[in-house]
């Protein structure tokens, strides 16, 4: 997550939430964008559904208004936030997002 070698320097609590990090519902689903970095690194994105289930982008980004609009371009191509939910991750790896994401 760091782009320099101190990462063991830090702990979850030097983390740095972005104010974009956000809840979104639409249909009775809910998705929160979670935006955050540790001092001195990219921003990372995670979208977790209401199940608990976290996408983690591998990519990191340098600035938070840019993780965001990958986040909400990739909730509009997937055709809302119940395809957090709805598809596996062979799915989601071939159909409708990057490669370079985790699920959890």
Known sequence: MSDNDNTLDYDENDLIDSPL????????????????????SKWTLEVVNQNGT????DETFPSDQEALSVALDGIKAAGGIQAFSEISDLEAKKNIFPESLTRH
Not at 21 to 40: A, G, W
Not at 54 to 57: E, R, Y
Request: proline share 4%.
């Open 21 to 40: 990090s956000q809840v979104l519902q639409q249909d009775n689903e809910q998705v929160e964008i979670l935006i955050y970095r540790l001092p001195d």
């Open 54 to 57: 976290s996408t983690v982008w």
